[in-house]
């Protein structure tokens, strides 16, 4: 929330995967937004057409309610083992006393244009005149740090009632631009839940993830299942062969998200037929190893709902933040948080950004009079890419931690990197800086200037359709190895890999 506003903070969401190493079991935690109660499902229309992305993103409109705070306490009454208000007394001294502000913050503050007019950010991110603060100055944020003092002393419900909460429905209702319905209700009824992680063999491991409102848990296990009849291993890294057949995998998963995956407290998702594994062959039968198929239809998983539309278009979810954490004991975290875009919803309140994670909702209802799964509805939580994994070995102990920001590229970054890891054997942070690549049904995307040209060449000559994209991933693992552990840190974003 301090140091990475751009991309995550209290102000959003969270997924969370725990592993407790003592009893091998494995816990998820859904801390995604919900939709205000006035939400509408064509709140994102206008004039019958879907709005412009930044028209819809910008305002109080988008805004959801937080579900970080909540997710987070949960969490901690479960498996936590410090004194909560502990925790966040690095975050207030910080706040108090001032950080050095990064590189990549100031580059992106100083392309900002709507944050920049918000009152609060002025003293903070900009100067009060609204001036863009060189890389290096000392950034305070004593309004953040009465917040988190608040939230250390009583609890999440100093967030989601009281004076923080205020602020949040205010600056929501008031916003200059599209003001929104969040109200202090809708605040005060939010729940994190604890779902059951999504599973699946993938060759001599087992790889878990989140399941709904996110699809990354689904479409990662599918991608790899659809991998498992192909010898990967016996292919070299990056090599058309092997960027060909994952892209096809994913093309195919990315068929059966769009289609099915939303929150399965509102729409029945086939989580097991989507996993079957006669489905799944049928699906991986698909895949031609020379040439790159059209663009795919959703399959008919068992318990699939007919009437449902396959959404346009995908999420924009760019501005999100992982990491991975393995303690001495063996206790494992993967973790991806968001507030979507870059700055969110660009409103500000009690010193942290708020989200605008509604526009991961579909903005079309239906599509030719079917209802799309994916489509806004009071208290939903719209679908994420979030695709924070636990890989086990047969015994049930852990192999690695890894997840990414990136929005609906954050499937593809994490099957890249799991391929990578456990298909190839390479060193983790190899594994992570390898060029990325992926398919999310449009095409073969590759990153930009990463790749050598006679890559694209052999891509089209599968008939695949070839696009470019800039760098997006800030992949972060850890695997155990003889002896310790590993870690991997992206290189495109800041990141770190610690040990203690």
């Not at 699946?200 to 087992?206: A, G, L, N, T």
């Not at 299942?225 to 092997?242: G, Q, T, V």
């Not at 989200?355 to 030719?368: A, E, G, H, K, Y």
């Not at 890989?391 to 609906?408: F, K, T, Y």
């Amino acid at each position: 929330t301090l140091v990475e506003p751009q991309s995550s903070g209290i102000g959003g969401g969270a997924f969370m995967l725990h592993l407790d190493a003592a009893s091998g079991k494995l816990s998820s935690y859904d801390g995604r937004e919900t939709a205000p109660r006035g939400a509408r499902p064509g709140m994102f229309l206008d004039g019958g057409e879907p709005m412009k992305f930044m028209q819809a993103a910008t305002g109080g409109t988008a805004v959801g309610v937080p579900g970080a705070v909540r997710m987070l306490e949960l969490a901690h009454a479960r498996h936590g083992r410090l004194p909560w208000k502990r925790l966040f007394e690095p975050a207030i001294e910080l706040a108090e006393r001032g950080f050095a502000m990064s590189p990549r913050l100031a580059r992106l503050l100083a392309r900002e244009r709507v944050l920049r007019a918000t009152p609060a950010a002025k003293g903070v991110y900009y100067t009060k005149e609204g001036e863009t603060k060189p890389a290096g100055s000392l950034i305070l944020n004593s309004a953040l740090a009465k917040t988190l003092r608040a939230i250390a002393d009583v609890g999440a419900d100093a967030f989601y009632r009281g004076a923080v909460a205020g602020g949040i429905v205010e600056t929501v209702q008031r916003a200059p631009s599209h003001p929104g319905t969040l109200g202090y209700a809708d605040l005060a009824a939010y729940r994190a839940i604890e779902r059951a992680p999504v599973c699946r063999p993938y060759r001599k491991w087992k790889v878990c993830g989140m399941g709904p409102p996110s699809s990354g848990g689904l479409a990662v296990a599918q991608t790899l299942a659809m991998l498992e009849r192909f010898d990967l291993a016996a292919l070299k890294p990056i090599s058309p062969e092997a960027v060909h057949l994952i892209a096809e995998a994913e093309a195919l998963a990315f068929a059966d998200r769009d289609a099915y995956v939303a929150d399965a407290d509102f729409v029945p998702v086939p989580i097991d037929g989507m996993l079957a594994p006669d489905y799944l062959a049928a699906r991986a039968a698909l895949i031609d190893p020379k040439r790159a198929g059209p663009k795919r239809e959703p399959g008919r998983p068992a318990g699939s709902e007919a009437a449902l539309a396959p959404e346009p278009g995908g999420d924009k979810g760019l501005s999100t933040t992982h990491f991975a954490i393995v303690d001495g004991a063996g206790n494992a975290v993967s973790m991806t948080s968001s507030i979507e875009t870059v700055f969110g919803s660009r409103l500000m309140t009690g010193g942290f950004i708020l989200n605008n994670q509604l526009t991961d909702f579909s903005f079309r209802p239906s599509v030719d009079g079917r209802p799309v799964a994916n489509s806004v509805a009071p208290a939903k939580r719209p679908r994420s890419s979030m695709a924070p994994t636990i890989v086990l070995d047969g015994h049930g102990r852990l192999v690695m931690a890894v997840g990414s920001p990136g929005g609906s590229r954050i499937i593809g970054f994490v099957v890249k990197a799991l391929v990578a890891a456990l298909d190839w054997n390479l060193p983790l942070q190899q594994a992570v800086d390898l060029p990325n690549f992926l398919s999310r049904n449009g095409g073969a995307e590759l990153e930009d200037g990463a790749f050598d040209p006679g890559l694209k060449a052999a891509l089209e000559a599968r008939s695949h359709t070839v696009k470019t994209f800039a760098l997006q991933s800030g992949l972060h693992a850890v695997r155990v190895v003889p002896g310790g552990l590993e870690g991997g840190a992206d290189k495109r974003r800041e990141g770190v890999v610690l040990a203690e």
